[in-house]
């Protein structure tokens, strides 16, 4: 191979791994907190502080709470007859 060959090929995987999806993120932001404004994007899940919680663990007080069109915030800790 020559050097141009090496690289033409080392510049076509760099572009074509530019152009792959970023990985999504999801969160809500600030981790926790009280007396804050928290902010919550794509899919949150179990994000806690406290075991399986969608946010928060019933110990925060005082949030101003947004959760972005299309954005969901779930935990899965079992509480008896429901899901929260």
Do not use: K
């Not at 791994?17 to 999801?26: F, G, I, T, W």
């Not at 069109?69 to 079992?78: F, I, K, N, P, Y």
């Amino acid at each position: 191979m020559t050097r141009w060959t090496i690289c033409t090929f080392l510049l076509a995987a760099g572009l074509i791994r530019s152009l792959s999806p970023a990985e999504a993120v999801a969160a809500c932001t600030p981790a926790t907190g009280s007396n804050t404004t928290v902010t919550c994007t794509g899919e949150t899940l179990n994000q806690g502080p406290g075991i399986n919680t969608g946010y928060g663990d019933s110990t925060q007080n005082g949030l101003a709470l947004t959760v972005n069109s299309g954005a969901s915030v779930t935990g899965t800790s079992d509480q008896g007859d429901r899901v929260v």
